[in-house]
């Protein structure tokens, strides 16, 4: 069994967030986390990211991106001053081909939890692990409505796709 730390510094989570006329992105940093493995096979880790760390790259008129990130920030969406943190707990994992599994684990934001499975990619060299994958999210599971189509009718162009994708790298350390 290995354990590894996840380093801040080198990993990398960015989001991407889909509408009618067109998609927003930006990355949100990695507070702190560990994946341990048994026989090159992931079995556990947990992964916290701080919410409070939202960053819009696609925006770059100033006053365009505060407002935007104010908004994500807020009730609409991630209610951060809540909830500083969201959380991906990884309960199990299957080897699909060499060092590709399907994760399984609990994802909680803004304080609810569900299920979700994706695919990673995961190596290690000598003492330090890399992981890569995506996770595609249901953003009205965890109460996150601003401008769904379950929620609001006729919406439009003004419609906000209600899956979001976290695109992650993340490097680790044993210990």
Avoid: C
Wanted: aromatic share 10%.
């Amino acid at each position: 069994m290995a354990k590894f730390q996840i380093q801040n510094a080198g990993s990398t989570v960015n989001w991407t967030g889909k509408k009618v006329l067109g998609l927003h992105t930006g990355s949100i940093n990695v507070e702190s986390g560990f994946l341990e493995l048994s026989d090159g096979k992931i079995t556990s880790g947990e992964i916290k990211i701080d919410m409070t760390s939202i960053v819009i790259t696609d925006i770059e008129d100033p006053k365009t991106n505060g407002d935007f990130l104010a908004h994500l920030q807020n009730d609409d969406f991630f209610s951060v001053d809540k909830f500083k943190t969201s959380k991906l707990e990884i309960t199990s994992s299957e080897e699909k081909e060499k060092n590709t599994f399907l994760a399984n684990g609990n994802l909680t934001i803004k304080g609810i939890t569900h299920s979700v499975s994706f695919i990673a990619k995961v190596e290690v060299f000598a003492e330090f692990l890399h992981a890569m994958g995506e996770i595609v999210i249901d953003r009205t599971l965890y109460n996150i409505r601003y401008g769904s189509g379950k929620f609001i009718q006729n919406l439009g162009d003004k419609l906000i796709y209600d899956d979001f994708v976290l695109l992650f790298k993340l490097v680790g350390k044993a210990f």
